[in-house]
């Protein structure tokens, strides 16, 4: 079956500071994998999504890049965090009729 | 412009007494809506697919139906441990999942 593995749980970073999140999959091979982000109240929103080694795909403008060095590693990134960089991170992975499979998720604070 | 609504966003409830999250939805040509539950802190967890109007699927005290414009997660006498947000997503794309906001049930013993 297919696990998502995420670190680190928390992190509390200072404004300016950079950022990496890591994310491997496991029980798949050449996955498409996403990164979102999760605010209070609001719905899962997707940052950036991957089709394959090196192919980032950027739902939107903002702090954070990601990359995929290998086939099942996936990676956020900033250089320098913003205040509106705090939120819940989310890797996923498709999972055929389960829609997605989810990492446990990271909760970053910028303060 | 596919969108996912839920509705209420937030519902209390007092043990054993049951209720519906509401999911409207407008997506052109429906390829799957999901039901997923989280716990504070944890990824979401896969609870249901509907693919077609008519379709239900049951899972303990959970019921999710389907219609042409939108899904209902019916809680049956709800317990304590069934306090978590629920989401609903469909697929609008080979890539792409659009979620709805959730809907928080905390219940009451």
């Known amino acids: 079956s297919q696990t998502i593995h995420q670190w680190p749980a928390t992190l509390v970073q200072p404004v300016g500071s950079p950022l990496s999140l890591e994310c491997t999959v496991e029980?798949?091979?050449?996955?498409?994998l996403y990164w979102y982000r999760q605010a209070a109240g609001r719905g899962l929103q997707l940052l950036f999504y991957?089709?394959?080694?090196?192919?980032i795909s950027s739902e939107v403008p903002q702090n954070l890049s990601a990359s995929r060095p290998q086939d099942r590693q996936f990676i956020l990134s900033s250089k320098k965090l913003l205040l509106s960089d705090s939120g819940f991170y989310l890797c996923?992975?498709?999972?055929?009729?389960?829609?997605?499979?989810f990492g446990s998720g990271t909760r970053l604070t910028v303060v | 412009e596919d969108q996912v609504t839920q509705s209420p966003e937030a519902l209390r409830l007092q043990e054993g007494e049951s209720s519906s999250l509401n999911c409207s939805y407008t997506v052109s040509g429906l390829r799957g809506l999901f039901w997923y539950r989280q716990d504070p802190g944890k990824g979401p967890e896969f609870l249901f697919t509907l693919y077609s109007a008519g379709e239900e699927k049951e899972k303990e005290r959970l019921k999710a139906t389907l219609t042409k414009k939108e899904s209902f997660l019916h809680i049956t006498a709800p317990k304590p441990e069934d306090s978590a947000t629920y989401l609903c997503a469909v697929r609008v794309n080979d890539y792409k999942l659009s979620f709805g906001a959730g809907t928080t049930v905390t219940v009451r013993a």
């Open positions: 996923a992975s498709p999972n055929g009729a389960y829609g997605y499979t």
């Open positions: 991957s089709v394959g080694i090196g192919q």
């Open positions: 029980g798949t091979s050449n996955p498409n």
